[in-house]
C-alpha cells in the first residue's frame, strides 16, 4: 500500500479500508487507525508540523490522547509537480528522492 492511497482513504474517512480485514474486532481496529494517523503526523509536508521522536513515543504509548488531525502529506505536492512536469512536452528527468548517508568512523 503507498502512502498516497493511505492518505485518500484516511481524508475520505475510509482509513479502517487499511486495517487487514482479520482484525475483526472494534479495540484492534482502534489502535491500527492509531498507528495510521501517526504515520500520517510522521509525513506531513512541514517539518514544523510533523511530531518528535518524543511526542511520537508519548502518542503510541498514552492511550487516551487525542491526536491530531494529520496535514497533506509533502508527497502529495511533489506528485502534482511531477504530473505537471511529464505533462509538459519538454519535461526534465528529475528524481525527487533525497537521501543521505552518513558513516560512522571511529576515532
Request: aromatic share 6%; glycine share 2%.
Amino acid at each position: 500500500m503507498h502512502a498516497y492511497h493511505a492518505w485518500e482513504l484516511w481524508t475520505s474517512d475510509r482509513g479502517s479500508d487499511l486495517v487487514d480485514p482479520l482484525l475483526n474486532d472494534v479495540s484492534s481496529i482502534h489502535v491500527a487507525l492509531k498507528y495510521v494517523n501517526i504515520g500520517l503526523l510522521c509525513v506531513q509536508e512541514s517539518a514544523a508540523d510533523k511530531p518528535t521522536m518524543s511526542d511520537v513515543v508519548a502518542m503510541l504509548s498514552n492511550e487516551s490522547t487525542a491526536l491530531p488531525y494529520p496535514k497533506q502529506p509533502a508527497f502529495l505536492n511533489m506528485k502534482s509537480v511531477m504530473k505537471a512536469k511529464t505533462d509538459n512536452s519538454r519535461a526534465e528527468i528529475c528524481s525527487v528522492s533525497d537521501a543521505t548517508v552518513s558513516t560512522m568512523e571511529g576515532r
